[in-house]
């Protein structure tokens, strides 16, 4: 009951045949950030772009729990743009800035961007995500800005499964 990330192999097992366990936070954010946007997630089509053991993998499992239709894709993907292009869902995970450009994404898709890169213009560094952020936000009916999107919720999140961890663990010494 100590693996409040949600990344240890049980979890990952349960989470994947959709058993009680402790959920990666960050999927799980992204999720609720979902839910809030969309209220009926069913039907849509989600494109997750990253397949990583933490946000890609579990994000697809979450969404697939959630009757969504769901395709994983990756920066050596073919024609990765078409993939996005169709996407009610478009969730950015892959660990290269800016990499979501606008004619990749389907007018009125909610857009959930992971990804936390630094970056240095004018003489100066900040963070951006993995989507071009100005130019997308005018195409999207949501979309999560880097910072402040779902880093806040994956930290609620990991509050939420330590609180869960530490019950677990009192109600059975």
Request: net charge positive; hydrophobic share 45%.
């Amino acid at each position: 009951a100590k693996d409040v990330d949600g990344f240890h192999v049980q979890n990952m097992g349960a989470l994947a045949v959709g058993e009680p366990g402790m959920v990666p936070c960050t999927p799980l954010g992204s999720l609720m950030l979902l839910q809030d946007a969309l209220p009926e997630l069913s039907g849509k089509y989600a494109v997750i772009v990253g397949r990583s053991n933490i946000v890609g993998k579990p994000m697809a499992l979450l969404l697939l729990q959630q009757h969504c239709t769901v395709t994983i894709v990756h920066s050596r993907t073919v024609a990765i743009e078409e993939h996005c292009r169709r996407a009610d869902i478009l969730v950015a995970a892959v660990g290269i800035a800016r990499f979501i450009k606008a004619d990749w994404v389907k007018p009125g898709a909610v857009v959930i961007d992971v990804g936390i890169n630094r970056i240095h213009e004018d003489g100066k560094s900040r963070l951006v995500g993995d989507v071009d952020f100005d130019a997308v936000r005018p195409k999207t009916s949501a979309i999560t800005p880097v910072p402040g999107g779902v880093g806040p919720m994956t930290i609620a999140c990991l509050m939420h499964n330590t609180i869960s961890a530490a019950r677990a663990q009192h109600k059975h010494g």
